[in-house]
């Protein structure tokens, strides 16, 4: 028989799961610094529309169908957020 647990456990496990993700994005935006530097230093863009769509792409492949969808939204905010880091930087923000 399946084991059914309480609200409070799952609730528990979501907290774990939250932590674990705000740990791999921080990781992501340390290394989208180090891209907006890497693309300061060789006067790139910070927007690579196809490089994004590479990865949105690869997303839906890999994702469980069921939430494939709201796996590539999750990436195209964290893309977002990203650009978003790049460019602060890029005009004189703080990095980590």
Do not use: C
Request: hydrophobic share 35%; no cysteine.
């Amino acid at each position: 028989m399946a084991e059914h647990k309480n609200l409070y456990e799952i609730r528990e496990e979501l907290d774990k799961t939250d932590a674990g993700i705000l740990e791999l994005f921080t990781q992501r935006m340390k290394l989208s610094g180090d891209v907006a530097r890497y693309k300061e230093a060789h006067d790139m863009p910070t927007l690579r529309p196809q490089r994004e769509k590479e990865i949105i792409d690869n997303i839906r492949a890999n994702a469980d169908p069921e939430i494939s969808d709201y796996a590539a939204d999750l990436f195209i905010e964290i893309m977002r957020l990203s650009r978003k880091y790049q460019e602060s930087l890029r005009s004189g923000g703080k990095h980590f």
